[in-house]
């Protein structure tokens, strides 16, 4: 799709390819993988769903090998990305949005498993929806300009969780419906000062060993469950409405210096 329209079918074979961009200099792109097909990127190889175009990747079966994984890049780009039924994909970073101006990135997981190590949600309009599946990530920011994550189902395991992880930065997670959130270690909402991030829980699970709600974080819990293993700081407002917080163990932390409880 550069400065056209392209269509690229694979629901089987293998592919090997050194960069992919879909959507190049105003084209409009689009990729489907599917079936058993795979789509090896070399070492460092990129994929730019969008690239100062509109790009599309429909992956609903197969996998997905790819260094960094980038939707919408560039300015007037729009990115979006659907992992669902038995898709698997393997990236090193996910980067859904850009600071570009007017570009827009969504990433819908409806099904599948996310592999990626590192997941970066922020730009001008940033958004990741997981209603199905499951995402697996070492590290989880919502970072770099405005972020939305909004969780109504399946599953998202992650070590580190991090809304608001610059300055100036604006972040929100949304947890509703039957959603397991599952924060191995430290969960930040409001990560550093001058940042401002909300999560909102109106349903479903967020277990945590670490619960940290920094001077512009902000946490609601309307419904559902949240349950935080060893610590819990608080210099910004935590509502939980009259639902269930659970801080387990023996000999844990409830650190209340400032802030609204």
């Known amino acids: 799709g550069k400065s056209g329209t392209g269509l690229f079918a694979q629901s089987g074979g293998t592919s090997r390819i050194g ?9 409009n792109g689009t990729y489907s993988l599917s079936g058993t097909a795979e789509l090896l ?4 190889g990129s994929q730019y769903v969008g690239y100062s175009g509109t790009g599309t990747f429909t992956h609903s079966g197969g996998t997905n090998y790819v260094y960094q994984l980038n939707i919408s890049s560039g300015s007037g780009s729009t990115g979006t990305y659907n992992l669902s039924d038995t898709g698997q994909l393997n990236a090193q970073a996910l980067q859904v949005g850009s600071s570009s101006a007017g570009s827009a990135a969504t990433f819908t997981q409806s099904g599948g498993t996310n592999g990626s190590t590192y997941v970066f949600v922020g730009g001008s309009n940033a958004t990741y929806n997981l209603t ?3 995402l697996q ?18 599953s998202n395991n992650t ?3 991090r809304l608001g992880q610059y300055s100036g930065d604006n972040a929100t ?7 397991q959130l599952n924060v191995a270690h430290g969960e930040y909402v409001g990560a550093v000062p001058n940042a401002t991030a909300f999560f909102q829980q109106t349903g479903g699970i ?5 619960l940290f709600i920094g001077n512009g974080g902000r946490c609601q819990l309307n ?4 349950q935080v293993s060893n610590g819990f700081s608080i210099q910004g407002v935590f509502d939980a409405s009259g639902n269930t917080f659970v801080l387990g163990g023996k000999d844990r932390i409830l650190d209340f210096t400032q802030g609204t409880f």
């Open 19 to 27: 960069d992919l961009y879909l959507g190049y200099n105003s084209g």
């Open 206 to 210: 967020n277990r945590t060993e670490y």
């Open 132 to 134: 199905g599946g499951q």
């Open 137 to 154: 990530a070492q590290s989880e920011s919502m970072r770099s300009g405005t972020g939305t994550f909004n969780q109504s189902g399946g």
């Open 173 to 179: 997670y949304t947890l509703s419906g039957n959603g």
């Open 159 to 161: 070590d580190n969780l």
């Open 41 to 44: 990127m070399s070492s460092m």
């Open 223 to 226: 419904n559902g469950t949240l």
